[in-house]
């Protein structure tokens, strides 16, 4: 429940006349900015308030902000066309607390199908064109209409300058983020069971790697890569008819296939894909000269945030980062990162599902371990795509019933009179449901 404004004596900041802060309600910082837990004076409900840091000659903060806003525009972007009695509209609060009606852009539906045809193109190289016929047909009507936008964190108001638009605020002169705020993080829900002593059964693990890898699909389907997804990131919102699971911190998500420059990256060394490793041991290897042209850069591909989302269902299983043992251990020893990237970048080193890790995980479920050691490979030209994933027979009973709910919705408004349906908002499935 929401702080009573009553005891706003423990606030210690104001923006915008509303939004009250204190310093010591800290619920995550990164390099470019701080987040505090919040309230919300005028709908009385806490939120989550992101502090940009800034200083003399630093844009760093200011860069991050303009970047974030940019994406929330891309995910939640109004085209200004009339409202159609299609199953992808939805509707979000602006921060004037007005329903707004946002329709997903034709860019963004013809990305999500592109997404899936690449990627069954790509499993029939692997396989035979047949399953691809039958992986485009069993899934592509419902990528076509699924709306992903509940698998992001939601932005509820921003600073603005003088003229209104995003950046320093002009009553409160400096940058921020309003969000709505979530219940509890991945990581301390496993951290929870793990200290409790218990695991997750089966099923509890299946719809887990479902909501994983649905909300990456999400994200690809609209053109960009996370490069940072942790279970820090996946936060789990209980507002609504149902719990719903979501990613945050957009700050670090780049456009697909982008050239980016490696010193601008956000990334957790626990999750990072080999192929990221090996362009960060190459930079230590052989640092560019500070009279060089030339400054350290990687092409980002989506293969990487499929190595990183197999690194957070692979902690459902055993309830703590795997690879954190191997990481600082090693700096411990030698005080650098370079052993963990040497290790983690030999594409032709050991798999990271093998040995006694593979027989547990194989003894828990075939499926489950066949899609784990998929999205683990250390070669992304061998690696599971993101759409493979979708489609894995691990995922079966849930991607029919997705499918089922999905057929009876559209049965159901194909029965509606018109005007009833332009009042309705996008299909919701349960691909970011909880466990």
Not at 26 to 49: H, P
Request: net charge negative; with cysteine.
């Amino acid at each position: 429940p929401p702080d009573s404004p009553a005891s706003v004596s423990k606030w210690r900041r104001t923006l915008k006349d509303r939004y009250k802060i204190i310093d010591t309600e800290v619920l995550g910082e990164g390099a470019s900015a701080t987040v505090y837990k919040g309230l919300d004076t005028e709908q009385c409900r806490n939120v989550a308030v992101k502090l940009y840091k800034s200083a003399p000659g630093d844009t760093s903060g200011l860069d991050a902000f303009i970047h974030s806003i940019q994406v929330f525009e891309a995910i939640f972007k109004d085209k200004g066309k009339e409202k159609k009695a299609r199953m992808t509209e939805c509707s979000v609060k602006t921060e004037s607390s007005q329903r707004q009606s946002f329709n997903v852009s034709d860019e963004a539906m013809v990305q999500a199908v592109t997404v899936l045809e690449r990627d069954t193109g790509r499993a029939a190289s692997k396989a035979s064109q047949d399953s691809a016929v039958i992986i485009t047909k069993n899934t592509k009507e419902f990528v076509e209409v699924l709306d992903v936008r509940d698998c992001f964190v939601q932005l509820l108001d921003w600073s603005k300058t003088e003229d209104g638009e995003p950046g320093l605020d002009a009553q409160d002169d400096c940058l921020f983020l309003i969000f709505e705020i979530g219940d509890e993080s991945l990581a301390d829900m496993l951290s929870s069971k793990g200290e409790e002593g218990s695991t997750l059964s089966t099923d509890e693990l299946r719809k887990l790697h479902w909501t994983l890898v649905s909300i990456v699909w999400g994200l690809h389907a609209l053109g960009f890569v996370h490069l940072d997804i942790k279970p820090k990131n996946v936060i789990r919102f209980d507002g609504g008819s149902e719990p719903t699971w979501k990613l945050i911190d957009l700050d670090g998500a780049v456009p697909t296939g982008s050239v980016q420059k490696l010193e601008g990256l956000t990334f957790t060394p626990e999750y990072m894909p080999p192929e990221l490793a090996q362009a960060l041991l190459a930079n230590i290897v052989n640092p560019g000269s500070p009279t060089s042209k030339k400054t350290p850069t990687l092409t980002v591909s989506r293969l990487m945030d499929v190595w990183s989302v197999g690194m957070c269902a692979l902690e459902g299983v055993f309830l703590q980062p795997v690879l954190r043992p191997f990481y600082e251990n090693w700096l411990e020893e030698s005080g650098s990162e370079r052993k963990f990237f040497e290790w983690l970048g030999d594409i032709e080193g050991e798999a990271i599902v093998s040995g006694d890790m593979k027989d547990h995980v194989r003894g828990i479920d075939q499926d489950m371990a066949d899609l784990l050691e998929g999205m683990l490979t250390r070669n992304p030209s061998t690696r599971l795509s993101i759409g493979e994933c979708l489609e894995h027979k691990w995922f079966l009973k849930l991607r029919e019933k997705a499918t089922d709910e999905l057929r009876t919705e559209i049965v159901r408004r194909s029965q509606m009179p018109k005007e009833d349906l332009s009042k309705l908002s996008g299909f919701k499935s349960s691909a970011c449901g909880v466990m």
